[in-house]
């Protein structure tokens, strides 16, 4: 067995036989030598990296899996880079964790090193959503935070989300920087394990109140809300970390009738009732939509392990629960927000809204009717972050989203925020209530005066280091080997993320892309169609993201507009070859 090994990566995982390696990962590594060389080479072929939601992997022994020493060697490569960044200050950071197996023990292994390297920490007690991790960065003048979660990966999977003093999660240069810093680690016996308890801090309930306070003063329609008190809404944590505060962030707002989903309010990181915790997909929303008819409830919510994110179902024509996409969940909310705050007087002229490059186009129509500031920023809710920190003091950010579910209303939380967006989310169902209209006919309101806007998502795995290589291979493909024809529709410009170049294909024009480099690609066909290509960053996936648009003349013609639409984006994944 061990002549086909590597190596290289034998000697990589050899030094995890030795101290200060405990008996435990160094039993665990022996077996994986000995009886298993596929998975001894996933495990270290290389080290974890930080992408778009920071470090994440499978749980057990090796460099690439999520374990106390990848852990720890994260820890003291921040560490290291927080004393570069601000010599001679006294530093402290804030830590929290999700439901997942293993969080609080790796929350506490931060906080154990941050405290050997003089660093106050402020731990909270027991799990927290993300966004109230980013909310005490601010409060308590951190320069810098972690959150151990792995989001709605499965069970198998842990993560460490590193953030910065602004709140919002670790860019360029500081990803990569601290990338660099845990990269110069060259032997465990430069992490400091040794903890200083003195300096680690347990946190909770007061937070929460502060946090909570300023999701309530959020609401823009309290009046109404007071009308429609009785307005039902069945919200699941999926077992995660929104179980306390998503039901009180309602009932501060004025929901008297929200009902939940028992067996998925018990905190489990086996996630015991999904196949998978992720609110994009329809079976996590199952139980929840089962509820909801016995209860008679008009609205569904349902937010991921860390609560940052939020899937929604309301009810159709038919009276039949139907699933929003993300995009069409931030269309409402945004129509919403920025109705409300022409209503009340509030737009000066000097606010704004920020979506992803691959979330709907509508949300910057809707901006344009209120003559609101829109801007686009790569996929990554730390890119909203960055806008939101460089026009701070200057422009009021209204709030924003990206299509994979994640909303933000106000800045107090500099990344997405499931338990403000589930209580904005319930007022926006309750306005529209309010007019005797369902966020259904309010969408379908949307389609006739914006256009009808239809996404589609489809996300290829491709696991491991053959599936890594298999990815570059399908972008070098699409790069270098672009059709002239996607779906009989002519291909008219290519916008190339990772060179940072548009091109026009019927002009030859090319001009720059002012955004941070990316391996994304877009492609726009001549009937105003976008489709976009990009790896993730935080999954063995290659996404393709799909938008076509049609005219909606009136509401009687939209199960005949959105058949006519889905049509359309079949054919396009079909001259692709990727369905």
């Known amino acids: 067995m061990k002549a086909q090994i590597d190596p290289q990566l034998l000697a990589k995982a050899n030094e995890w036989l030795k101290p200060p390696y405990d008996q435990e990962t160094r039993n665990a590594v022996k077996n994986l030598i000995d009886s298993n060389p596929k ?9 974890l990296e930080f992408g778009t939601g920071g470090l994440r992997g499978i749980m057990g022994v090796g460099t690439n899996r999520m374990n106390k020493y990848t852990v720890a060697k994260a820890t003291q490569g921040l560490a290291n880079y927080m004393k570069k960044m601000f010599p001679g200050k006294e530093l402290s950071m804030a830590v929290a964790h999700d439901c997942r197996n293993n969080s609080p023990y790796f929350a506490r292994i931060t906080a154990e090193v941050m405290s050997a390297n003089d660093i106050r920490v402020y731990l909270f007690e027991s799990l927290r959503p993300t966004p109230e991790l980013s909310f005490a960065i601010r409060e308590l003048n951190c320069q810098s935070g972690v959150m151990i979660t792995a989001s709605h990966n499965p069970k198998e999977y842990n993560g460490y989300k590193a953030y910065w003093d602004d709140g919002g999660q670790l860019i360029a240069p500081h990803d990569k920087n601290v990338i660099a810093e845990v990269e110069k680690i060259s032997s465990l016996d430069e992490v400091k394990f040794e903890a200083k308890n003195e300096l680690i801090e347990n946190i909770g309930a007061a937070i929460d109140a502060k946090y909570l306070s300023r999701v309530k003063a959020l609401s823009l329609s309290p009046e109404t809300i007071k009308r429609q008190k009785d307005f039902r809404i069945v919200y699941t944590p999926i077992h995660g970390t929104g179980v306390e505060l998503v039901p009180k962030a309602l009932s501060a707002f004025g ?31 199952k139980m929840a939509i089962e509820r909801a008819y016995e209860v008679d409830a008009q609205l569904v919510m349902a937010t991921d392990p860390d609560a940052d994110r939020v899937g929604i179902a309301v009810r159709d024509d038919k009276n039949e629960f139907v699933l929003l996409n993300g995009n069409q969940a931030a269309s409402l909310l945004i129509y919403y927000l920025l109705t409300k705050w022409d209503e009340n007087n509030k737009l000066t002229g000097n606010e704004y809204i920020v979506k992803t490059i691959v979330t709907s186009e509508l949300l910057f129509d809707i901006a344009d009717k209120f003559k609101v500031e829109k801007f686009d920023v790569l996929t990554g809710f730390k890119y909203i972050a960055n806008i939101i920190k460089k026009y701070e003091g200057k422009k009021t950010f209204i709030g924003g989203g990206e299509e994979s579910y994640g909303y933000l209303v106000g800045d107090f939380v500099r990344d997405k925020d499931a338990v403000s967006s589930c209580a904005m989310l319930a007022e926006t169902a309750a306005w529209a209530a309010d007019q005797g209209k369902s966020m259904f006919s309010l969408l379908k309101d949307l389609y006739v005066e914006f256009g009808f806007y239809k996404e589609n998502l489809l996300s290829v795995t491709k696991k491991g280091k053959e599936g890594a290589q298999a990815i570059k291979a399908m972008m070098d493909k699409f790069r270098n080997n672009t059709p002239k024809l996607i779906g009989g529709i002519e291909l008219v410009q290519i916008k190339d993320y990772k060179n940072s170049t548009i091109r026009n294909l019927k002009t030859g024009e090319q001009t720059a892309i002012d955004l941070p480099k990316s391996d994304v690609l877009q492609f726009l066909l001549e009937d105003g169609s976008k489709i976009s290509v990009r790896p993730s960053g935080t999954e063995p996936k290659i996404k393709f993201y799909f938008g076509v648009k049609g005219i909606l003349d009136q509401v009687a013609q939209f199960e005949e507009t959105d058949k006519h639409l889905d049509k359309k984006i079949e054919a396009i994944k079909a001259s692709l070859e990727i369905a």
Do not use: C, I, K, W
């Open 39 to 47: 998975e001894l080479e996933e495990s270290f072929y290389r080290s």
């Open 255 to 285: 929901f008297e009738a929200v009902y939940n989903v028992p067996a998925q309010d018990e905190v489990d990181g086996n996630f015991p009732t999904v196949h998978s915790p992720n609110p994009e997909e329809p079976a996590a929303l």
